[in-house]
């Protein structure tokens, strides 16, 4: 029997919906110890139709890595966010949020992108973090270094906005309005009088 | 042999998510968050009658801050009786890491206290610092849990329950009703030999 596309198409989705609600099901009726089976049957229907899933159904963050239990907080997943102290540099403290199953004691973490630094420490530390964008570092770059002051590179928006403003007519209505400047100013008491 | 214009066809198909998954209406993820009319006035309310109080007056509601104070109350909470209603203000379309709002449906829906979720609109993030009881910007992950007890306006909550959809039921999460009867088998396989 060969189907057209569009057939081809429901039967893919009611396949694969029907995988994924069983994964659903098993809490329901206490059967989690099955979840490991259904996911991994789930994982394989969507290799064999190549479909690419959402990430947080791949990642970890729904399902169990270990046990595949779908993750429901309060009842098979405790989670909390903590923090951990970054292995180069024991000052920085990553928060992380750390999901724990239940059913299997797997524990995962997840970078959340927040780190803080120690309050205790003195003064802003004069560290160089490399972060180029690319590879090559530029003689530029270097000077900047041995500057002692890594400063921020300006970023491309930046330095076309500078560019902009040193136009002709930008210089021009600038020094316009300094004059104008000047003229306003000398209704200061000053200006009167230096005048008398 | 294949052409630039079939390869660049090629890796978009690759790269297509598969959303459907995601609206199918048993597990219903698409609508996880309930709808709100009038997000604006909910805000409004919301900044005038919680954040202000709670920045002026920490005490005044009983109020928790942050992830891990607001799963700790819902995963304690009890029942209805004891429990009083709770509302949880969310900011879901702010920068907050997908993944820490990712498990908040869920455990609202699998509290056993009745649980309001207000999702917030963009920016109102800015308005939960105060309210966080010392802790710096940021340190409350946008999410901010009222109890609705004596000190809690009551007209303000109604207001509020007019406003927020209720959310969807989830049959997966409905534990007792989607059971089905698995009961282990009181017949012992060897009685059945010795009869």
């Known amino acids: 029997m060969s189907l057209n596309r569009q057939q081809r198409e429901r039967f893919t989705a009611t396949h694969i919906a029907y995988k994924y609600n069983l994964l659903h099901y098993l809490p329901g009726i206490e059967q989690s110890q099955l979840s490991g089976l259904y996911l991994k049957s789930f994982y394989n229907g969507t290799k064999r139709n190549r479909l690419h899933l959402p990430e947080h159904l791949t990642n970890g963050t729904k399902f169990c890595e270990k046990c595949g239990v779908v993750h429901i907080a309060g009842l098979n997943l405790n989670m909390a966010i903590v923090d951990v102290m970054a292995s180069d540099d024991e000052s920085v403290h990553n928060q992380v949020l750390e999901y724990k199953c239940l059913l299997c004691g797997k524990v995962k973490q997840f970078d959340i992108g927040n780190s803080k630094r120690i309050e205790s420490q003195q003064g802003p530390r004069e560290g160089f973090v490399a972060k180029w964008p690319s590879g090559q570092k530029t003689s530029h770059d270097a000077a900047e270094v041995n500057g002692s002051q890594v400063k921020k590179l300006a970023s491309g928006k930046e330095r076309a906005k500078k560019r902009k403003m040193n136009t002709l007519a930008n210089m021009l209505s600038r020094k316009k309005d300094e004059e104008a400047n000047k003229k306003s100013a000398s209704l200061n008491l000053e200006d009167f009088l230096l005048k008398r | ?195």
């Open chain 2, 1 to 195: 042999m294949s052409s630039l214009k079939q390869l660049q066809q090629k890796s978009a198909r690759r790269k297509q998510v598969y959303r459907p998954i995601l609206d199918n209406p048993y597990t219903d993820e698409a609508h996880s968050w309930p709808r709100v009319q009038d997000p604006a006035v909910v805000a409004e309310l919301t900044r005038t009658h919680v954040t202000e109080v709670l920045r002026h007056a920490p005490d005044a509601l009983e109020a928790h801050c942050g992830f891990n104070a607001v799963v700790a109350y819902l995963q304690r909470a009890a029942a209805p009786p004891a429990g009083a209603p709770v509302f949880l203000f969310v900011c879901n379309r702010d920068p907050v890491p997908g993944v820490v709002l990712a498990q908040i449906p869920v455990l609202a829906r699998v509290a056993r206290c009745e649980v309001v979720l207000v999702p917030l609109p963009r920016g109102f993030i800015a308005h939960l610092d105060g309210c966080g009881g010392g802790r710096g910007a940021g340190g409350h992950q946008g999410l901010l849990l009222v109890v609705q007890n004596g000190g809690f306006d009551p007209h303000f909550a109604e207001q509020l329950r007019q406003r927020v959809g209720h959310a969807t039921r989830s049959p997966w999460l409905e534990f007792v009703a989607a059971r089905v009867g698995v009961v282990p088998s009181e017949v012992g396989v060897g009685r059945k030999a010795s009869s």
